[in-house]
């Protein structure tokens, strides 16, 4: 009997309802989640470069995928030739002296564990200007759009996920 009424008494509520004017509040997910007042997929100028994927050899930017490490400042990427973490120098990252506007933050993006950078490393990413953000690769890569997304001078060296040391 009550599944008999129950279309009778939503179409009695639907009436009461339209003969009062009800205002509807937005909802509070609505109004104050991040994602619903930037969409960090959609909205993203063709010319800023949006890392889409990782895998063991490689990355998916913009599209297209690149194998090997990467490295990424503006709307410009370019292969990168370390294959592990110990092959990065002070040589491997001397485009960023060159860089203007220098990124203010340089992540890098070690494979699949975080690595420890040597004091070196470390003096000539501090002496060019920029600060450190050392990442497994998965994250570094997420956190370059992130960043990139709040309009920040970001720059990215990334060695593949699959780089274990």
């Known amino acids: 009997m009550a ?39 959609d909205n993203v100028p063709e010319d800023q470069l949006r890392f889409q994927g990782y895998s063991d050899d490689g990355f998916t930017v913009n599209g297209v995928k690149y194998e090997g490490g990467v490295l990424c400042a ?49 003096k000539f990413i501090r002496s060019s200007g920029m600060k450190l953000e050392v990442l497994d690769s998965r994250n570094a890569s997420s956190t370059y759009n992130i960043l990139t997304e709040e309009g920040r001078a970001v720059g990215a060296a990334l060695l593949p996920y699959g780089v274990s040391s």
């Open 74 to 122: 503006g709307n410009v990427i370019l292969s990168w030739s370390p294959k592990r973490f110990s092959d990065i120098t002070t040589d491997s990252l001397s485009v960023f002296k060159f860089l203007r506007p220098v990124p203010e933050i340089l992540i890098l993006g070690c494979g699949r564990h975080i690595q420890p950078v040597d004091p070196e490393l470390r």
């Open 3 to 41: 599944t008999a009424m129950l279309p009778h008494l939503v179409r009695n509520l639907r009436r009461d309802l339209s003969l009062h004017s009800i205002q509807t509040l937005p909802s509070l997910r609505r109004a104050f989640s991040l994602y619903d007042q930037i969409n960090l997929i």
